[in-house]
């Protein structure tokens, strides 16, 4: 009886995720974000755009991951090139840079640089059943 009762569990918790819709798949992309404690323009993005990044389509599309820029730069694996300056955002796809904003010279300029880097970027694909859709 335990065995039929754990097994109706499991197939009702699995038609509850199918009924929730598709599931995300993992970003390919990430955007990283080259930081510097005492850095006033790093600290100008930090009011002016991350409290909203994530909720952003550019935000879905590329996550944020902060990064501490030491003295003498970083040649973090996948960059073509070490980074230097703070604030550096960097564009990976795949583990391998595809585009870069040195400075930080406010959101606007942020947002237009950063959807220009990202048009390029695949959608991800959502299945559900046979059907494909893209999000």
Same mark, same amino acid.
């Given at each position: 009886?335990? +065995?039929?009762?754990?097994?109706?569990?499991?197939?009702?918790?699995?038609?509850? +995720?199918?009924?929730?819709?598709p599931v995300p798949l993992a970003?390919?992309?990430?955007?990283?974000?080259?930081? %510097?404690?005492?850095?006033?323009?790093?600290?100008?993005?930090?009011?002016?755009?991350?409290?909203?990044?994530?909720?952003?389509?550019?935000?879905? +599309?590329?996550p944020l991951r902060r990064v501490? =820029?030491? #003295?003498?730069?970083?040649?973090?694996?996948?960059?073509?090139?070490?980074?230097?300056?703070? #604030?550096?955002?960097? +564009?990976?796809? /795949?583990? %391998?840079?595809?585009?870069?904003?040195?400075?930080?010279?406010? /959101?606007?300029?942020?947002?237009?640089? =950063?959807?220009?880097?990202?048009?390029?970027?695949?959608? #991800?694909?959502?299945?559900?059943?046979?059907?494909?859709?893209? /999000?």
């Open positions: 009886m335990g +065995l039929i009762r754990s097994r109706a569990w499991a197939l009702l918790a699995f038609l509850a +995720l199918l009924c929730a819709g970003a390919a992309a990430e955007l990283v974000m080259f930081t %510097r404690d005492g850095c006033p323009w790093c600290a100008r993005f930090e009011r002016e755009v991350a409290p909203a990044y994530h909720l952003t389509e550019e935000g879905r +599309l590329a501490e =820029l030491r #003295p003498g730069g970083s040649t973090l694996a996948g960059l073509a090139a070490p980074v230097i300056a703070a #604030p550096t955002f960097v +564009l990976f796809e /795949d583990g %391998r840079e595809t585009g870069r904003i040195t400075g930080y010279q406010g /959101d606007n300029a942020f947002w237009g640089l =950063l959807g220009k880097m990202l048009a390029d970027v695949p959608q #991800p694909i959502h299945r559900s059943g046979t059907a494909a859709r893209l /999000d």
